[in-house]
């Protein structure tokens, strides 16, 4: 049986773009997570140590911790090559620096079924961003065309108070179909042109509620593994996306309890 752990607020695209809220019932990730299987869901939890000491120094995560998500990446993935994506960094500093650094409370999913062309063409305008990355690691884009599978992995570690004001909700990806997404462009994101699509969730359909989840009081020696693309996934007709969303926590002890998380993304390439 599902322990369910609160019920939050989370928002979603309605109609005429306007945020539409509904409340939902999290259920506990930890008590579940032995029963719930990564390629059906799209997540899971695993304790993973790292070597930085200081969460807020960009430089350092960006070289040491990258490395070390990377080598997770491999080892999780099984995959023949990855390719790391620089840190995003969210919290109260980093929010006064670029509003998208912000906690983003709508239920979405990072990439559409145009990530695989996207990421493949260096001519989209996206290639500006990955081309560097693509070179840091050694591939080029004959060898990205060349992959049988991509696949998409977000590692997401909250960094600071256990509780905090905006933990992050996860959707068990089978319990999201298709048609309740909606793709929207993101042109460019915290001062970077980027036009790569998204989804948004629609509201849900109370006969066939989403089914959220979150994992109480994380600490710096957990990251949470979601995909958020996997073309493995798209060719057999299954999910591929994993809905997300930062929630208002309903803790009141919470309000001054600050999140700070990282997050690092990889692409991982099969031959």
Request: aromatic share 12%; charged share 25%; glycine share 4%.
């Amino acid at each position: 049986m599902l322990q369910s752990v609160d019920s939050v607020t989370l928002h979603y695209l309605g109609n005429n773009e306007a945020m539409e809220s509904h409340q939902e019932t999290l259920y506990d990730g930890r008590q579940t997570l032995a029963q719930l299987d990564f390629s059906e869901v799209g997540f899971t939890l695993q304790r993973h140590r790292s070597n930085i000491t200081n969460w807020l120094d960009e430089e350092a995560i960006n070289r040491d911790h990258k490395r070390e998500i990377m080598q997770l990446a491999l080892q999780f993935s099984h995959c023949d090559a990855v390719v790391g994506y620089p840190a995003i960094i969210r919290g109260p500093a980093e929010a006064v620096r670029h509003e998208d650094h912000l906690p983003i409370q709508i239920a979405h999913s990072d990439f559409t079924d145009d990530y695989r062309p996207m990421i493949l063409n260096p001519s989209r305008p996206y290639s500006a961003f990955l081309a560097p990355h693509l070179r840091d690691a050694g591939i080029n884009y004959k060898d990205l065309n060349a992959a049988k599978r991509l696949l998409m992995l977000q590692f997401w570690r909250n960094t600071g108070p256990v509780n905090p004001d905006f933990p992050l909700a996860i959707a068990d990806a089978r319990s999201v179909p298709h048609h309740a997404l909606q793709r929207r462009t993101v042109t460019d994101y915290a001062g970077e042109t980027l036009a790569f699509e998204t989804f948004f969730l629609k509201p849900p359909d109370r006969k066939r509620p989403y089914q959220w989840y979150t994992f109480p009081n994380m600490t710096h020696e957990e990251v949470l593994i979601f995909r958020t693309y996997d073309s493995r996934q798209e060719e057999a007709g299954l999910p591929y996306w994993t809905p997300h969303s930062a929630y208002s926590n309903p803790d009141k002890s919470s309000a001054t309890q600050f999140r700070n998380s990282v997050e690092m993304r990889v692409l991982c390439i099969f031959y």
